[in-house]
């Protein structure tokens, strides 16, 4: 068994990943969570699990069952229309997917029901670290509290406070940001827009802007509005405002058809916004003993449907080498790193070409033969 306590900062799906697969080799953990509670906050959308990285941590982590029984029938579904209206793409499920949709929320649960009692420190609100030597490190929490261990991993997210340990490097604006809003009820409420929608997603695309909507649990549709824009575009906009806000972000998407622009215009929720920002391609850092970093802390990009399957990949995988070399707590860390770097990096370049697909000049012709290439198994 790993002689030093584990401590993991950010009980996001990375981090509660990794306690996870720790915990099913004996390896106990502690995560310190910024979040007053489990329900402080809603926990996102769909989120669909690979089974080339997500589904394998799940595996590791003995929940695969409790995973399928989440899982949203359905939602592998997809369609692609013009601003028109004009379906040019449709892919029903039929069954034989390999990645089912799943609520963010209820995977995170299932995550904390497997944990043992007492894993997660809520309130717990990481504002600074530093190394004491000898591969220890102290971390300090808002609250004055302050906790030391000699093996630390930040899990969490774009804005660690304990990537400062290992790497100056802080994620840049890319270059666009996504305006989040819901439509509720939407099959009674809005059937214009949810018929547009269909059973999964809906893509939407024009060089430089359009939307991608989920049908989530309960017929309600989540659309991420997609603007290639910069920050001070959307710093003149008052979002505590929703009317006026909607109002502004819709004005880019004049002469779209009233179905789709229902979609933000008829929003019941506030929009959010969210400004994309990622780490470079390469991100990495030179071994210091100790600590390391997970998921985003380790390798932020731009949102391509494999952040949250690589974190938790990051965890299972950091997990099994710190189990497999109990002894040698660097030998597993190098063993992870090793491997984790050239992985995030090929994912990032990835995502690069589905942003350039998805809002470049030739959207979304692009986009839909890469889909229609996938069909046919090419």
């Known amino acids: 068994m790993v002689r030093t306590p584990v401590t993991i900062i950010g009980a996001g799906l990375g981090g509660?990943?990794?306690?996870?697969?720790?915990?099913?080799?004996?390896?106990?953990?502690?995560?310190?969570?910024?979040?007053?509670?489990?329900?402080?906050?809603?926990?996102?959308?769909?989120?669909d699990i690979h089974d080339?990285?997500?589904?394998?941590?799940?595996?590791?982590a003995g929940l695969t069952d409790g995973f399928r029984a989440l899982v949203l029938e359905g939602r592998e579904a997809m369609r692609m229309a013009g601003p028109d209206g004009t379906v040019l793409f449709d892919k029903p499920d039929d069954g034989t997917g390999d990645r089912p949709e799943v609520q963010r929320g209820e995977l995170r649960q299932l995550l904390l029901d497997s944990l043992p009692a007492g894993t997660v420190r809520w309130g717990h609100k990481a504002i600074g670290a530093r190394a004491?030597?000898?591969?220890?490190?102290?971390?300090?929490f808002a609250d004055g509290t302050s906790v030391v261990t000699g093996l630390l991993v930040g899990a969490d997210g774009a804005w660690s406070r304990i990537r400062p340990l290992l790497s100056a490097a802080r994620p840049e604006y890319t270059g666009m940001s996504c305006v989040e809003v819901y439509?509720?009820?939407?099959?009674?409420?809005?059937?214009?827009?949810?018929?547009?929608?269909?059973?999964?997603?809906?893509?939407?695309?024009?060089?430089?802007?359009?939307?991608?909507?989920?049908?989530?649990?309960?017929?309600?549709?989540?659309?991420?509005?997609m603007l290639a824009r910069p920050q001070d575009w959307f710093a003149d906009i008052d979002f505590t405002d929703a009317a006026a806000a909607l109002a502004h972000i819709l004005r880019e998407f004049d002469g779209w058809a009233p179905e789709l622009t229902a979609l933000i215009g008829e929003a019941d929720t506030a929009p959010v916004l969210r400004p994309f920002a990622a780490l470079p391609v390469e991100h990495r850092w030179e071994r210091v003993p100790g600590v390391t970093l997970i998921g985003d802390a380790a390798h932020v990009a731009a949102p391509?449907?494999?952040?949250?399957?690589?974190?938790?990949?990051?965890?299972?995988?950091?997990?099994?080498?710190?189990?497999?070399?109990?002894?040698?707590?660097?030998?597993?860390?190098?063993?992870?790193?090793?491997?984790?770097?050239p992985r995030s990096a090929e994912t990032a370049t990835e995502g690069t070409e589905l942003y350039a697909l998805?809002?470049?000049?030739?959207?979304?012709?692009?986009l839909i033969s890469v889909f229609r290439g996938e069909e046919r198994g090419d």
Do not use: W
Request: hydrophobic share 40%.
């Open 16 to 47: 509660l990943t990794l306690a996870r697969v720790l915990h099913v080799h004996g390896i106990p953990a502690t995560v310190y969570e910024a979040e007053p509670s489990p329900t402080a906050r809603a926990q996102g959308g769909m989120l």
């Open 183 to 225: 439509l509720h009820d939407a099959d009674t409420r809005h059937p214009a827009a949810a018929k547009a929608v269909g059973s999964g997603a809906l893509f939407v695309l024009a060089p430089g802007k359009g939307f991608v909507t989920h049908r989530e649990r309960g017929g309600n549709l989540h659309t991420y509005v």
């Open 52 to 60: 080339y990285n997500g589904q394998l941590a799940l595996q590791a």
């Open 132 to 140: 004491l030597g000898g591969g220890r490190h102290e971390v300090t």
């Open 358 to 366: 998805m809002f470049g000049t030739d959207t979304p012709h692009g």
């Open 304 to 341: 391509n449907g494999e952040g949250a399957n690589l974190a938790m990949l990051d965890g299972a995988h950091l997990a099994q080498a710190l189990a497999a070399h109990p002894d040698d707590i660097e030998t597993a860390l190098t063993e992870y790193e090793r491997a984790m770097f």
